[in-house]
């Protein structure tokens, strides 16, 4: 017989279940006899602040009958973690040629650097052609090494720069790793528009990180 209609009735103060994916146990789950292939679900939960140990409760439908397990899970509060920084800009030389700045942080502004790949060897990075760019805005998010960035602005192939091609670099690891996505600024007349004069990205730019991070335990309900 199938046990339906079972419930997490407790969890360890700091941990809530997530019950809106499907994937794992809701809010009510279902299981199939003991020792078939479905005889248990996997619960999907967020941790904020310490938690040491503790017990999981869950039970049927009923609420009659209950099964708790040692929730075998610790987690320790460490120190506050580093933001990343960006900004982004432009700067001239002595022959009044412009190029794309940025200068990133990864230890919340305690050091600041200036990514090489972001404004050497254009012509080879970006287009033979390259002749002058700029970085109009930037943005990064995400943790650790999984922390990326990105700006974005325009490139010209002459000193009039009246036709415009857009451009986006992309940092990883935590901003320190920088790139220029060829897909971005090449074949544009394909791409785009066969028509496409000039096009170029203003000054917001924004990332979004997402990284949830699950803990298995298991239970069998009788």
Known sequence: MNRNGNFVKKLPSSVTQIKCDTSYCGATFNLGPADSATDSCILKVTIKGSVAGGKLTACTASGSNCDSVNALLTVVEGASLPFIGIAAGVYSNNAAEFFPLLVTTNTSGGTW?????IFKNLKT??????F????QGAACSGLFTKGICIAAGNWCSDSSCT???????VGTNMGTTWSYPHSIFQNLHTIIDPNFVSGSFDREAATHYSDQEQTSLGLNIF
Request: no cysteine.
């Open 113 to 117: 650097f200036y990514p090489p790949e």
């Open 132 to 135: 002058s760019g700029l970085r």
């Open 125 to 130: 990075s970006i287009d033979p052609s390259f």
């Open 163 to 169: 036709n415009q091609f857009p451009l986006v670099a």
